[in-house]
T-cell receptor, first 109, second 115 residues
Framework: GQNIDQPTEMTATEGAIVQINCTYQ??????LFWYQQHAGEAPTFLSY??LDGLEEKGRFSSFLSRSKGYSYLLLKELQMKDSASYLC??????????WGAGTKLIIKP | DTGVSQDPRHKITKRGQNVTFRCDPI?????LYWYRQTLGQGPEFLTY????????KSRLLSDRFSAERPKGSFSTLEIQRTEQGDSAMYLC?????????????FGPGTRLTVL
């Protein structure tokens, strides 16, 4: 079967750094996405990794290790508006998105 | 605003009624996806279209669900004889086949409540 694992919930402090991990077991791999989803809203695209390594985009970075089936999303200089769910999704061999359940990130002042 | 729109944004219906949702993707996007999402879960794939062709439908999707994209532009998702378990957020996403981007852009969703 196909499986995406990420922590259910994490708490961090405003201004700090947080790393959200994602491990996957899928039939094939054609890339990994991170999406942000605020409560009651649709997911919005954050990052896409298809090669190993770190992709940096402003305060957000995403890392991929295909051999380990592992990715993380790193958020720096946390702001209250970063409170949201962060969804990891893998593109499988059929080019379909397999979604994790999401990690709810709570930011405290 | 990603450029993908959905209508209505909210729908409340009684069990047993039929409902229809509409999605207008980004105009140059070939692929259109429908997902269902319940609280605390990631989106669950329902079906997708490439232009007007429905290429895949989830095995979990019952016969009460049907989707169309007649002209390869907007799409409709119909649920017949709704059940309380159909209550969820229904998300539409689109993407282009041009270039090397697999990014799907989501609409705001339609929240369905079945009483």
């Amino acid at each position: 079967g196909q499986n995406i694992d990420q922590p259910t919930e994490m708490t961090a402090t405003e201004g700090a750094i947080v790393q959200i991990n994602c491990t996957y077991q899928t039939s094939g791999f054609n890339g990994l996405f991170w999406y942000q989803q605020h409560a009651g809203e649709a997911p919005t695209f954050l990052s896409y990794n298809v090669l190993d390594g770190l992709e940096e985009k402003g305060r957000f970075s995403s890392f991929l290790s295909r051999s380990k089936g592992y990715s993380y999303l790193l958020l720096k200089e946390l702001q209250m508006k970063d409170s949201a769910s962060y969804l990891c999704a893998v593109v499988d061999s059929n080019y379909q998105l397999i979604w994790g359940a999401g990690t709810k990130l709570i930011i405290k002042p | 605003d990603t450029g993908v729109s959905q209508d209505p944004r909210h729908k409340i219906t009684k069990r047993g009624q039929n409902v229809t949702f509409r999605c207008d993707p980004i105009s140059e996007h070939n692929r259109l996806y429908w997902y269902r999402q319940t609280l605390g879960q990631g989106p669950e794939f329902l079906t997708y279209f490439q232009n007007e062709a429905q290429l895949e439908k989830s095995r979990l999707l019952s016969d009460r669900f049907s989707a169309e994209r007649p002209k390869g532009s907007f799409s409709t998702l119909e649920i017949q004889r709704t059940e309380q378990g159909d209550s969820a957020m229904y998300l539409c996403a689109s993407r282009t086949l041009a270039g090397d981007s697999d990014t799907q852009y989501f609409g705001p969703g339609t929240r369905l409540t079945v009483l």
